[in-house]
């Protein structure tokens, strides 16, 4: 069965250093998503993406935050400079076709900023 | 602002035991409502409600929504100890192709035997 991946499953930074998430959305879907999970805390949505740019964002995904599409199936995200804030676990969602709602999620990448 | 709120935020039974977990929502735009199972790391998706009154079964679990009071229900009869984790559940908004999901904070079920 098709499934998103994400690497690495965790990742420990220094502070100020720039990060770069990796997803592989399941190959036929359109729509893509990043979500972050502080611990003991609610799913925040990011930024959503489709059709090669970003469709909406939330007012987490700042300055320091960007997406890529580099090459048609991996989907990054990148944290400029990382905060102590940033220690999350991140997901990585995808969904097919503009009707069907459900978002598959990939395992997650546990980001650790000391 | 939007808001979706879970209740209980934690349950503790035993195998079993059937459990009701609580979903209600604030959400403008409304297009549907998701439950989702989260164990050690990603949401796994379980059912997604769009219409008042139409329950969604699978196996052990059902769900239904109640589009004019803003909440659904999430029922698992004879649960397993399999079933412990954190029930999470999201709406979708109806907001062109985006369609972000705002999530409540989750149920944590733990079933022991």
């Known amino acids: 069965e098709p499934e998103v991946t994400q690497t690495p499953s965790h990742q420990v930074t220094q502070m100020g250093q720039e990060v770069i998430l990796r997803c592989v959305p399941i190959?036929?879907?359109?729509?893509f998503y990043w979500y972050r999970q502080i611990l003991g805390q609610k799913v925040e949505f990011l930024v959503s993406f489709y059709n090669n740019e970003i469709s909406e964002k939330s007012e987490i995904f700042d300055d320091q935050f960007s997406v890529e599409r580099p090459d048609g199936s991996n989907f990054t995200l990148k944290i400029r400079s990382t905060k102590l804030e940033d220690s999350a676990m991140y997901f990585c969602a995808s969904r097919d076709y503009r009707d069907r709602e459900e978002q598959f999620f990939g395992p997650g990448t546990r980001l650790t900023v000391l | 602002e939007d808001k979706v709120v879970q209740s209980p935020l934690s349950l503790v039974v035993h195998e079993g035991d059937t459990v009701t977990l609580n979903c209600s929502y604030e959400v403008t735009n409304f297009r549907s409502l998701l439950w989702y199972k989260q164990e050690k790391k990603a949401p796994t998706f379980l059912f997604m409600l769009?219409?008042s009154g139409i329950e969604k079964k699978s196996g052990r679990l059902s769900s239904i929504l109640d589009k004019k009071e803003l909440f659904s229900i999430l029922n698992i009869t004879a649960t397993q100890t399999g079933d412990s984790a954190i029930y999470l559940c999201?709406?979708?908004?109806?907001?062109?192709?985006?369609?972000?999901?705002?999530w409540g904070l989750g149920t944590s079920l733990a079933v022991n035997p």
């Open positions: 999201a709406v979708a908004r109806n907001a062109g192709n985006n369609r972000k999901l705002i």
């Open positions: 769009t219409s």
């Open positions: 190959s036929n879907h359109l729509y």
